[in-house]
T-cell receptor, first 111, second 114 residues
Framework: DAKTTQPPSMDCAEGRAANLPCNHSTISGNEYVYWYRQIHSQGPQYIIH???NNETNEMASLIITEDRKSSTLILPHATLRDTAVYYC????????????FGQGTTLQVKP | SAVISQKPSRDICQRGTSLTIQCQVDSQVTMMFWYRQQPGQSLTLIATANQGSEATYESGFVIDKFPISRPNLTFSTLTVSNMSPEDSSIYLCSVVGTGQETQYFGPGTRLLVL
């Protein structure tokens, strides 16, 4: 499975956009980029995923570079409730859906 | 997304005993997984729960320690056997729905072994 690299921690001011980077330089052509978050030891919450194109949903936007070696999760207007650990994971059908979690990025949203 | 429940939500157990954790989904799902999250750590996949057959375990996890059942497409159990304090963790089940690409997680079971 492709490995990901994320900064261990980031801060963001409430109301501003939070941009969380992820490097996945060894991603394979059939692997998706998934983002999850975990708020204080709750079960991980699915945020968004994509293959090649940029994606947007009600929670966030996912920007994937053209070479697919990196991506950015954007929370457009961060709130205090977005404080969590954010995990970037690459996974594809070749590994039967298993998710390999790294250490993630701890996002602290500050008032 | 599927609604996933786990029982118990938390427990405190004595070393040497065993605990069975249940995972129930409100709809039939293709795949079910069990993860462990040790204190301060990220999630680690324990095994894939296969319906009607033996689970597929990841490196470092064995059936004798973590027996898993999946009798149907909506239910699975994970047993933590002969527990020691090192088994104190959050145990989470996750599912992938039929025809879906996304994995959803249950709320977790918080286990403390004394």
């Amino acid at each position: 499975d492709a490995k990901t690299t994320q900064p261990p921690s980031m801060d963001c001011a409430e109301g501003r956009a939070a941009n969380l980077p992820c490097n996945h330089s060894t991603i394979s052509g059939n692997e998706y980029v998934y983002w999850y978050r975990q708020i204080h030891s709750q079960g991980p919450q699915y945020i968004i995923h994509g293959l090649k194109n940029n994606e947007t949903n009600e929670m966030a936007s996912l920007i994937i570079t053209e070479d697919r070696k990196s991506s950015t999760l954007i929370l457009p207007h961060a709130t205090l409730r977005d404080t969590a650990v954010y995990y970037c994971i690459v996974s594809g059908s070749s590994n039967t859906g298993k998710l390999i979690f790294g250490q993630g990025t701890t996002l602290q949203v500050k008032p | 997304s599927a609604v996933i429940s786990q029982k118990p939500s938390r427990d405190i157990c004595q070393r040497g005993t065993s605990l069975t954790i249940q995972c129930q989904v409100d709809s039939q799902v293709t795949m079910m997984f069990w993860y462990r999250q040790q204190p301060g750590q990220s999630l680690t996949l324990i095994a894939t729960a296969n319906q009607g057959s033996e689970a597929t375990y990841e490196s470092g996890f064995v059936i004798d320690k973590f027996p898993i059942s999946r009798p149907n497409l909506t239910f699975s159990t994970l047993t933590v056997s002969n527990m020691s304090p090192e088994d104190s963790s959050i145990y989470l089940c996750s599912v992938v729905g039929t025809g879906q690409e996304t994995q959803y997680f249950g709320p977790g079971t918080r286990l403390l072994v004394l």
